[in-house]
């Protein structure tokens, strides 16, 4: 039986990103993101779903260092549930997106443009460290590969 399981959002954080360790010391953050439906059932404010995600290690230090409520942040992971039991023993549900991969989806705002000593700066989306790019201009179509 064939199977896929692939999600990708683009929403902002409904708060900002808090940072905790398991017992064995790994990195993991959990956080809501919103994202506003296509249609809107009532006027003004489009209605939005908020979605639970799940990031571990490098990606979870990554969300929490340049992430804060309101920042538009792009996730690619997969779909889990869970189900547990709460202290109350209560049986508990819940469906998270484990991301894979997150990333920046805007320009670092303005108010952030200059970080306070000792806070990290936001790194370029690319770097090819210090190699030069030059790229051949072609006169026209008919020079393309393709």
Do not use: H
């Amino acid at each position: 039986m064939a199977s896929f399981n692939k999600v990708i959002l683009i929403g902002n954080l409904v708060e900002d990103p808090e940072l905790k360790q398991t017992p064995n010391g790994v990195p993991v953050t959990n956080f809501r993101i919103a994202v506003s439906r296509r249609y809107q059932r009532t006027e003004g404010q489009p209605d939005a779903d908020f979605i639970n995600i799940v990031c571990w290690r490098q990606n979870a230090e990554f969300v929490k260092r340049f992430f804060n409520k309101g920042r538009s942040i792009l996730v690619c992971g997969q779909l889990q549930s869970r189900t547990w039991t709460d202290n109350n023993g209560q049986k508990r549900y819940t469906l998270e997106v484990l991301a894979d991969e997150v990333s920046f989806v805007d320009r670092k705002p303005d108010s952030q443009q200059s970080a306070p000593m000792g806070q990290p700066s936001a790194p370029a989306p690319y770097s090819n460290a210090g190699e030069s790019i030059s790229f051949e201009e072609m006169s026209t179509d008919d020079d393309l590969p393709f």
